[in-house]
């Protein structure tokens, strides 16, 4: 989901999940796991949320490819490890946070994998947006190790990551959801059950592949009514009370003015990037493929964005598909 | 927009617009324009509409080729003209309820139309969802004849024109806006100016188009869960708290089941009907087209309910598209 | 069909029509119909047309809103016309080569138009691509007058404008084909009678979309074979002796140094251009909203053009979908 | 590429090869390799091939999961092994012939596997239709026990495999392309190198994929064309002789009665079916995701066909997306 680097007050919307559903919402300082916590990945979501694990009273050992990310989290009380494994061998649970299937495959089954090390018993907690069939897969191996692993995506972006409000996807046994629970909870603020492993990628998936959707759309009616004379703030209110709106038309309006504090106000910087997008969109892709689901519209908007990628949109906001349909100034 | 018949309780947050611009909303009885109203056009909605304006204390003379339409409307008190014309004579505002574009071209300019009897200063009102270069049409010939044309499609479906609770999107002469207004109330609940002749039809045709790309988007989103393993009254909350909601996903959910009081839990009877969303389609495309604006998504959606209607859904509700992606009975 | 400007040796290619179907092969130097011609609309196209007529003999009047095309065809012994009322008055048959509908609307049915001067008995042969509709609209005009309206647009582009060896897809009673295939043959090489008025645009409107379709498909597959690791000579000719060829891949490859004297050998430059290409998508998807007939890809390939005209490619030609598909160099 | 199985007068059509580009034709009998062949997977394109390799003089081990297929070969001469690896135990050279990705990893990688058992210097040739990356990663297993894996997808379908006369696209090592070249003429009749190990599978799915592009552009054009009134043979013969032509359109054309023994004209039986179209559409998708390449017409492509595939269409030929789009019997 979005990561709303600089929407803040959007932030809530983005991510209140009402409390049914197994859902857990945390008000209350917490004071240790007592557990020794792992976490590898200290990227722009990943050294926040050690480092919230750190506050929070947790002993944590991270590793990350680059040393820099390390030293950070190592000033702040965190020890370290050389890789993988050797987080491994000193944790009980350990969260991972990585760019893509092949880094969550390495880090675990790879030569230093926390797979060489980890204890039997161990909770593996896979926070990286992945193809869900890689989460199965990980979790086949876990198991013949007498591991657990589950996959538990976030919602909520870098603002959300650095308030530790995050909100946590979770797919794997449930019997084994309320120990992910007691340690993501120092990390997020609703922890949702999604079902066996795996789970917790599909939901993120469908999500994102309908939020891509109904932001192009709402770029091309607004476009469209644009070019037909209308005023977009005019426009935008219409389908607000509408039977048009969605979150894309109402709280990350893709026109640049009609809402404040939005990327599409801010010349498209910050928000989620539409490289981002495009990776959510090929996972959605890749589901639907193997699953023989058929998501027309989710397949244009991937390859929409796929084009915006080499047309020099890569790491402008995904809502720049409104400036991607407009007649540009070198046009004819 | 949706014409909810059995979605009573949803209507209101489909048709309520905000009393901003230029917005009005009527909560008192009215009594009588004290003006002559023509109305022609007396199907599901106009039919209703008619019988509101007498029930407010018009004089009221009716049109239809269906006789048995008008007889209703005459056992309630409303005069009857054999054609547009003489309708036209005995009125001093005229409003159209008809289904399309050459319906509408046939009322105003046809041999027995409007145009041929109204007198100047006639207020000419159209609500049909028709093409906005037609209703600019339709105005140029009433400019020169000394009346005045103003397009008026409306959102709340047969529902809200019962109620009299429709909301109006009107275009047309800014001055002449007061003088619709207070007519419209009579029907209607919300009356929102859009701008120059076209505008009502511009504003309805980019949010029906938008309101078809989140359903098509929120049906495979859903189907694509559901076939990934999640249960869908989970995924629909997850999404319904999340960035990929919408009003198709929250008020309208395609999945039977997941609401209660939607066409979807009801075999998709009832709501809007699939061949009057590519219907409407077909407008947002032809505007589109016209305008040299960009809808990959909007085209999409349009052909993908285009084939719906060729393979049996003309007369379901148009989120059925969810049954229409989903694997059916006879396949292998 | 493309306007081949520098691809002479294919030209014949594009435009061979085998000689049943009721086409005509005019091999022999004509010697004047002894009828007088009217030529309105002297372009690209309508220039050289007229230049032929007059050069096998043919009295001709022209008319055009640019003063200067017009003395070009005066120096060389055309009359002249100041609108089409006057071309009209001066003629026995009428052709005209016009840029969409509204010109056309305008030539015959506007204030100075050809419908108000020409003689019963006339025949006017409309060789603009224009919407079908429009093309049936003029024909009951013309019928009501006594005149006959036939539709005949060209394939070939300019270089066979000027060799006389246009192609034309006519349309119209059946018994006027004859008398329009003598005029005809003076600046075309084949004749086809498609049916009755508006089949001539009907079927070039078929053709050019599936050329499109066809090109964007050739586009994607050479550019994912590239990305793949292939050579493109070597994807080309294994594509062009299997199921994948198409004209589009044999004799138009949009994939630079796959063939020598295409446009993608030459900057796209000359060809077929991309803004034409996207007005002859939109009349097919007009005439398929019309007709209710299902073209995701037509309507899909229609969208991407239309973004390729707003991001600087409508004056390269249409084959320069491959370069839109590729990585740019501003793009991240 | 197409599955012929009642087309045979096309089928040299859609397997020339013109025999540059390193490809060869054998036209002469061949009297065995004097090596040792395994033959795995015996299924409507693996039996015909085995048997052709036993027939041409080789000594032929055969494994397959239904022991009647196993049996048919054993009467005809071959020797069988209880699975991959004792196959591999008996061969030189082994060719497998698979559904899918999963079978071909488990057929090489898995507990009984051709790797446990093949000596080193072993050539494997894979000639399933698979996803490049499979073949990539059997490739570098293969290397680590100084075997040679090579892919070689084949175009041509059951009679072609019948008859020998198969087209290899071939992916590997450029100096053991003459010794897979040796075996594949026996049951071939082109042999084309095209790069290294996985080039064999990206040309065969980049073939498809515009094959299947051209394929249902080419039914939409047609389909258009007809409900404006044009005889479907009449514009049958303007696109094939003009720039919309494809094999789709010439030799293969998706609407009944417009040429004689092609799946169109018998009810859509035979041929390709839709769902293996789908399969190879979505090996197409999968590779394109994976190399960043936007497909927007392919991806299209790919989800017409899965609908189809839900919607009663997953067994007849791919030309039946022509049926597809019209109207059926039980439309409104």
Known sequence: MAALTNVTRNAAVLIKVIGKH???????????SGKRVGFIGLGNMGGPMALNLLNKGNSVTVFDVYPEAMSKLQDAGASVGHNPAEVAEKSDTIITMLP???HVQ?????ENGVFQTAKPGSL???SSTIDPSVSKEMAALAEKKGMIFIDAPVSGGVMAAKAGTLTFMVGGPEEQFPNARAILEHVGKNIVYCGPVGSGQAAKICNNMLLAINMVGTAEAMNLGVRLGL??????S???TSSGRSWSSEIYNPVPGVLPNVPASNNYEGGFGTALMTKDLGLAQNSATRSNSAIPLGSLAHQLYRLMTVRGYAKKDFSSVYQFLQKSENSN
């Open 22 to 32: 197994r859902s857990f919402s945390c008000s209350t300082v917490h004071h240790g």
């Open 238 to 240: 219409i389908i607000n």
């Open 231 to 236: 005023d977009p703030k005019l426009l935008s």
């Open 100 to 102: 893509n299937s092949g």
């Open 124 to 126: 593996l907690i896979d």
């Open 106 to 110: 390495e880090a675990y089954a790879g």
